[in-house]
């Protein structure tokens, strides 16, 4: 395998663009205008003519705006000023060019084509070039999803888990009990702070009795506690004192063994922070532990596979103690569930509170936002390269030469293939349906 070369997508499409000959101009931007129509450059939209560029098309590859493909309606020579739009027709940027915008002009292909290029060259290959991935956060024998807060959409949006609008949330990865990060919450300094699970089959455990477990740390005693609620009647726990994880010398909180109303109408989670000066709250883990119901323990066998996964290799689980010790689950203890995208195991001999560790790989997914990477960039750039030099319409001049450079970036594209290209670790478990 060849060394990484990792670019954004507005990177690769620029480089796409240059490496066709394509890039009339780039520059930074000098200001914009309240309307969203122009952009203005007074160091590179120098061209001596109106109407030079009209029917070009600019592409902002950061900062303001970054993202946008708009093709230039008009130009104004005197005013370094590219206009995309105005009040009648065209498409104006989605906010005011400001000189943090960065910028390229097209002459001839559309910021669209090169985004289409780009993923149909990344889904040739998302079977063969794979990458290792693991996966910490599922907690064994509990209903709440990611309860061990090791999934996260941004810094600041964690994923199955709600907080109110007043605090302020963030993902840490200083303060952590175990795993890569906690949750952090920080109230506002006035209002209630609360974090909070919602779960969607609540009914499944009416007339049944559970616990809510969880790894809070606080350096602010009788502020912080953990909730329960099934819509009847609300339980909550003591107040952490400020002792390690759990406010008894490092004992997780709990409520312990509290019997869910028959006529529940939710059951619901929370980490909860009473009202007054600023608090800091972190989280490390959250768990429902299903209690054993007229002789019957309540197991839970089947967990959704966490986003990202084409092949799942091994499953291993810790003592329930966050002492970081994993130990491999045997592979005829679970199979996956490859219709609905779950791993479903035969039986639960694994102590409730278990972080559940998934070792297997993932494919490369397809570019969409700004601030999408890619690790395989020079690959994606030779073929997409490649690609466009063959499907679009160049006009009758240089036809062998366009030929030519079509047949040298697709042997470039095969070699590069060929580095990159790993196989699925030996046993593993294919997820997702080929």
């Known amino acids: 395998m060849c060394a990484v070369v990792t670019r954004t997508f507005p990177q690769i499409i620029e480089d796409i663009a240059r490496q066709l000959g394509d890039v009339v101009v780039s520059g930074t931007a000098t200001s914009g205008d309240a309307t969203k129509y122009h952009l203005i450059d007074t160091k590179k939209l120098t061209f001596a003519t109106d109407d030079e560029i009209n029917g070009y098309q600019i592409y902002i590859t950061g900062g303001t705006s970054g993202g946008d493909g708009r093709l230039i309606d008009d130009f104004d020579a005197s005013a370094w000023k590219a206009i995309v739009a105005d009040a009648n027709h065209g498409e104006a940027f989605t906010a005011q060019i ?15 084509q090169i985004k289409t290029a780009i993923n149909r060259a990344i889904r040739e290959v998302m079977r063969s070039f794979l ?39 963030a993902r840490e990865s200083s303060i952590i009990r175990t795993g890569t990060y906690s949750a952090k919450l920080t109230t506002d300094g006035t209002n209630i702070g609360s974090l909070s699970q919602s779960i969607a089959d609540f009914p499944l455990y009416a007339g049944k009795s559970i616990s809510l477990k969880a790894y809070v740390f606080t350096a602010t005693g009788d502020r912080v506690r953990i909730r329960l609620t099934d819509g009847v009647t609300t339980w909550n726990s003591d107040y952490h004192d400020t002792t390690g994880w759990g406010g008894d010398a490092g004992r997780y909180m709990e409520i312990v063994n509290k019997d869910i109303d028959d006529n529940a109408t939710e059951l619901t989670a929370s980490l909860q922070v009473s009202a007054g000066a600023a608090v800091d709250a972190y989280i490390s883990k959250m768990w429902i532990d299903p209690i054993r119901t007229g002789g019957v323990h309540n197991n839970i066998l089947e967990y959704s596979i966490p986003s990202g996964y084409v092949y799942i290799e091994e499953l291993w689980t810790d003592s329930g103690y966050d002492d970081g010790r994993f130990y491999p689950i ?38 969409s936002a700004i601030t999408d990477t890619c690790d395989f960039s020079d690959y994606v750039i030779a073929a997409a390269v490649a690609d466009l030099y063959t499907t679009q319409d160049w006009g009758a001049s240089d ?27 030996p046993g593993s478990k294919v997820v997702q349906v080929q």
């Open 98 to 112: 400001t000189s943090t915008s960065t910028y390229i002009v097209l002459k001839t292909l559309d910021v669209d």
């Open 330 to 367: 045997p592979d005829n203890l679970w199979r996956i569930d490859r219709e609905n995208s779950k791993i479903v195991f035969t039986r639960m001999p694994y102590v409730s509170g278990s972080v559940l560790r998934i070792v297997g790989q993932a494919a490369p997914s397809e570019l």
């Open 399 to 425: 036809t062998e030469a366009k030929q030519n450079k079509a047949l040298f970036w697709r042997d470039r594209a095969d070699k590069l293939r060929r580095h990159y290209s790993s196989r699925p670790y």
């Open 131 to 169: 990458t290792h991935k693991e996966n910490r956060s599922i907690v064994l024998n509990s209903p709440l999803s990611n309860g061990h807060f090791e999934t996260w959409t941004t810094s600041s949006a964690c994923t199955g888990w709600t907080e109110d609008t007043n605090s302020t949330f």
